[in-house]
T-cell receptor
Protein backbone atom coordinates (compact mmCIF):
# COMPACT_ATOMS: atom_id res chain seq x y z
CA UNK A 1 0.00 0.00 0.00
CA UNK A 2 1.32 3.42 -0.95
CA UNK A 3 1.73 5.60 2.15
CA UNK A 4 1.60 9.02 0.49
CA UNK A 5 0.09 9.00 -2.96
CA UNK A 6 -0.34 11.90 -5.31
CA UNK A 7 -1.97 12.26 -8.70
CA UNK A 8 -1.25 12.89 -11.44
CA UNK A 9 2.40 11.85 -11.63
CA UNK A 10 2.94 13.72 -14.88
CA UNK A 11 1.07 16.78 -16.06
CA UNK A 12 1.71 18.85 -19.17
CA UNK A 13 -0.44 21.92 -19.61
CA UNK A 14 -0.52 25.28 -21.32
CA UNK A 15 0.19 28.64 -19.80
CA UNK A 16 -2.87 30.26 -18.30
CA UNK A 17 -4.61 27.01 -17.44
CA UNK A 18 -5.77 26.01 -13.96
CA UNK A 19 -4.73 22.61 -12.62
CA UNK A 20 -4.93 20.59 -9.43
CA UNK A 21 -2.72 17.96 -7.85
CA UNK A 22 -4.27 15.63 -5.33
CA UNK A 23 -2.59 13.99 -2.36
CA UNK A 24 -3.71 11.35 0.08
CA UNK A 25 -1.91 9.66 2.95
CA UNK A 26 -2.95 6.46 4.70
CA UNK A 27 -0.46 6.70 7.56
CA UNK A 28 -2.85 8.31 10.01
CA UNK A 29 -0.64 11.40 10.21
CA UNK A 30 -2.01 14.74 11.33
CA UNK A 31 0.26 17.00 9.28
CA UNK A 32 0.63 17.28 5.52
CA UNK A 33 2.90 19.36 3.33
CA UNK A 34 3.59 20.55 -0.17
CA UNK A 35 7.21 20.94 -1.26
CA UNK A 36 8.45 22.23 -4.60
CA UNK A 37 11.58 20.96 -6.36
CA UNK A 38 12.75 23.32 -9.07
CA UNK A 39 14.76 22.59 -12.21
CA UNK A 40 18.00 22.74 -10.22
CA UNK A 41 16.64 20.10 -7.83
CA UNK A 42 16.33 22.62 -5.00
CA UNK A 43 13.60 21.60 -2.55
CA UNK A 44 11.58 24.12 -0.62
CA UNK A 45 8.47 23.94 1.50
CA UNK A 46 5.36 25.69 0.23
CA UNK A 47 2.60 24.85 2.69
CA UNK A 48 1.91 22.78 5.77
CA UNK A 49 -1.40 21.78 7.31
CA UNK A 50 -1.93 20.33 10.77
CA UNK A 51 -5.36 18.84 11.42
CA UNK A 52 -6.70 20.73 8.42
CA UNK A 53 -5.32 24.04 9.72
CA UNK A 54 -2.73 25.97 7.72
CA UNK A 55 0.42 26.34 9.82
CA UNK A 56 3.14 27.09 7.30
CA UNK A 57 2.64 29.33 4.30
CA UNK A 58 5.90 30.29 2.70
CA UNK A 59 6.20 33.11 0.22
CA UNK A 60 4.16 31.51 -2.52
CA UNK A 61 2.11 33.37 -5.17
CA UNK A 62 -1.56 33.43 -4.30
CA UNK A 63 -2.21 31.57 -7.55
CA UNK A 64 -1.33 28.53 -5.45
CA UNK A 65 -4.11 27.49 -3.11
CA UNK A 66 -3.93 24.40 -0.92
CA UNK A 67 -7.07 22.74 0.35
CA UNK A 68 -7.33 20.13 3.06
CA UNK A 69 -10.79 18.56 3.20
CA UNK A 70 -9.68 16.20 5.97
CA UNK A 71 -6.51 15.09 7.72
CA UNK A 72 -5.75 12.47 5.07
CA UNK A 73 -5.97 14.75 2.05
CA UNK A 74 -4.16 17.87 0.91
CA UNK A 75 -4.76 19.11 -2.59
CA UNK A 76 -2.91 21.85 -4.46
CA UNK A 77 -4.72 24.04 -6.93
CA UNK A 78 -2.79 26.33 -9.24
CA UNK A 79 -4.46 29.12 -11.19
CA UNK A 80 -3.19 30.86 -14.30
CA UNK A 81 -0.17 28.61 -14.73
CA UNK A 82 3.09 30.23 -15.75
CA UNK A 83 6.22 28.77 -17.35
CA UNK A 84 8.07 29.23 -14.07
CA UNK A 85 5.64 26.92 -12.30
CA UNK A 86 7.22 23.97 -14.09
CA UNK A 87 8.66 21.84 -11.32
CA UNK A 88 8.18 18.68 -9.33
CA UNK A 89 5.67 19.04 -6.53
CA UNK A 90 5.99 16.69 -3.59
CA UNK A 91 3.30 15.97 -1.10
CA UNK A 92 4.43 14.74 2.31
CA UNK A 93 3.03 13.85 5.69
CA UNK A 94 4.13 13.34 9.27
CA UNK A 95 2.81 12.97 12.72
CA UNK A 96 3.43 16.45 14.05
CA UNK A 97 7.05 16.79 15.08
CA UNK A 98 8.16 13.49 13.63
CA UNK A 99 9.71 12.15 10.45
CA UNK A 100 8.29 13.45 7.19
CA UNK A 101 7.40 10.92 4.50
CA UNK A 102 7.23 12.02 0.89
CA UNK A 103 5.09 10.98 -2.02
CA UNK A 104 6.45 10.04 -5.43
CA UNK A 105 6.11 13.56 -6.81
CA UNK A 106 4.08 15.21 -9.55
CA UNK A 107 6.05 16.43 -12.56
CA UNK A 108 4.37 19.60 -13.85
CA UNK A 109 5.42 21.03 -17.21
CA UNK A 110 3.91 24.29 -18.39
CA UNK A 111 4.28 24.99 -22.11
CA UNK B 1 17.01 30.59 10.60
CA UNK B 2 18.61 27.37 9.56
CA UNK B 3 20.57 26.43 6.47
CA UNK B 4 22.27 23.39 5.00
CA UNK B 5 25.34 23.19 2.80
CA UNK B 6 26.30 20.04 0.96
CA UNK B 7 29.90 20.15 -0.16
CA UNK B 8 30.22 18.79 -3.66
CA UNK B 9 27.31 18.67 -6.05
CA UNK B 10 28.76 15.52 -7.65
CA UNK B 11 30.66 12.67 -6.04
CA UNK B 12 32.02 9.77 -8.04
CA UNK B 13 33.31 6.53 -6.50
CA UNK B 14 34.22 3.08 -7.66
CA UNK B 15 32.11 0.11 -6.69
CA UNK B 16 33.34 -1.17 -3.34
CA UNK B 17 34.91 2.14 -2.34
CA UNK B 18 33.98 4.30 0.62
CA UNK B 19 31.15 6.75 0.12
CA UNK B 20 31.41 10.08 1.92
CA UNK B 21 28.83 12.79 1.32
CA UNK B 22 29.37 15.96 3.29
CA UNK B 23 26.73 18.07 5.01
CA UNK B 24 27.15 21.09 7.23
CA UNK B 25 24.29 22.92 8.84
CA UNK B 26 23.60 26.19 10.52
CA UNK B 27 20.98 26.44 13.22
CA UNK B 28 20.41 28.69 16.18
CA UNK B 29 18.80 25.87 18.16
CA UNK B 30 19.46 22.13 18.33
CA UNK B 31 18.30 20.66 15.06
CA UNK B 32 16.87 17.46 13.78
CA UNK B 33 18.98 16.22 10.85
CA UNK B 34 18.01 13.97 7.98
CA UNK B 35 19.38 12.35 4.88
CA UNK B 36 17.03 11.55 2.03
CA UNK B 37 17.78 9.74 -1.23
CA UNK B 38 16.10 10.39 -4.56
CA UNK B 39 16.39 7.91 -7.42
CA UNK B 40 15.71 9.20 -10.94
CA UNK B 41 12.08 10.19 -11.44
CA UNK B 42 11.15 9.02 -7.99
CA UNK B 43 10.24 10.56 -4.67
CA UNK B 44 12.34 11.15 -1.61
CA UNK B 45 13.12 8.21 0.62
CA UNK B 46 14.35 8.66 4.16
CA UNK B 47 17.79 7.11 4.71
CA UNK B 48 18.32 8.07 8.32
CA UNK B 49 17.72 10.77 10.89
CA UNK B 50 19.24 12.26 14.02
CA UNK B 51 17.01 13.70 16.70
CA UNK B 52 18.58 13.21 20.11
CA UNK B 53 20.75 10.62 21.81
CA UNK B 54 23.41 8.61 20.03
CA UNK B 55 25.32 10.78 17.59
CA UNK B 56 26.11 7.92 15.21
CA UNK B 57 22.94 6.89 13.45
CA UNK B 58 22.48 3.95 11.16
CA UNK B 59 20.07 3.96 8.27
CA UNK B 60 18.89 1.77 5.48
CA UNK B 61 21.06 0.22 2.77
CA UNK B 62 24.18 0.26 4.95
CA UNK B 63 24.41 4.04 5.29
CA UNK B 64 25.27 5.83 8.49
CA UNK B 65 25.88 9.40 9.59
CA UNK B 66 27.49 11.04 12.57
CA UNK B 67 26.22 14.22 14.19
CA UNK B 68 29.17 16.39 15.25
CA UNK B 69 27.91 19.44 17.07
CA UNK B 70 31.35 21.06 17.35
CA UNK B 71 31.78 20.85 13.57
CA UNK B 72 28.07 21.46 12.77
CA UNK B 73 28.29 18.50 10.45
CA UNK B 74 26.23 15.44 9.60
CA UNK B 75 28.24 13.59 6.96
CA UNK B 76 26.82 10.48 5.32
CA UNK B 77 29.02 7.43 4.84
CA UNK B 78 28.88 3.90 3.53
CA UNK B 79 31.89 1.58 3.73
CA UNK B 80 31.41 -0.06 0.34
CA UNK B 81 29.50 1.46 -2.56
CA UNK B 82 27.13 -0.56 -4.71
CA UNK B 83 25.98 0.31 -8.19
CA UNK B 84 22.45 0.59 -6.79
CA UNK B 85 23.57 3.49 -4.57
CA UNK B 86 23.75 5.80 -7.58
CA UNK B 87 21.20 8.51 -6.86
CA UNK B 88 20.90 12.05 -5.54
CA UNK B 89 21.24 12.56 -1.81
CA UNK B 90 19.77 15.42 0.17
CA UNK B 91 20.71 16.54 3.64
CA UNK B 92 17.99 18.40 5.55
CA UNK B 93 17.53 20.15 8.86
CA UNK B 94 14.41 20.77 10.86
CA UNK B 95 14.12 23.05 13.85
CA UNK B 96 13.13 21.94 17.28
CA UNK B 97 10.98 24.63 18.84
CA UNK B 98 9.70 24.08 22.32
CA UNK B 99 10.47 20.40 21.89
CA UNK B 100 8.34 20.17 18.79
CA UNK B 101 9.60 20.30 15.26
CA UNK B 102 7.30 22.32 13.05
CA UNK B 103 8.18 20.00 10.23
CA UNK B 104 9.69 22.65 8.03
CA UNK B 105 12.57 20.85 6.41
CA UNK B 106 15.33 23.00 4.97
CA UNK B 107 17.26 21.07 2.35
CA UNK B 108 20.75 21.26 1.01
CA UNK B 109 21.26 21.52 -2.71
CA UNK B 110 21.80 17.81 -3.15
CA UNK B 111 24.77 15.63 -4.10
CA UNK B 112 24.64 13.32 -7.08
CA UNK B 113 26.46 10.08 -6.35
CA UNK B 114 27.85 8.16 -9.32
CA UNK B 115 29.20 4.65 -8.82
CA UNK B 116 31.62 3.24 -11.40
CA UNK B 117 32.08 -0.48 -12.00
Amino acid sequence: DTAVSQTPKYLVTQMGNDKSIKCEQNLGHDTMYWYKQDSKKFLKIMFSYNNKELIINETVPNRFSPKSPDKAHLNLHINSLELGDSAVYFCASSQFGNTIYFGEGSWLTVV
Amino acid sequence: AQSVTQLGSHVSVSEGALVLLRCNYSSSVPPYLFWYVQYPNQGLQLLLKYTTGATLVKGINGFEAEFKKSETSFHLTKPSAHMSDAAEYFCAVSLIAGGTSYGKLTFGQGTILTVHP
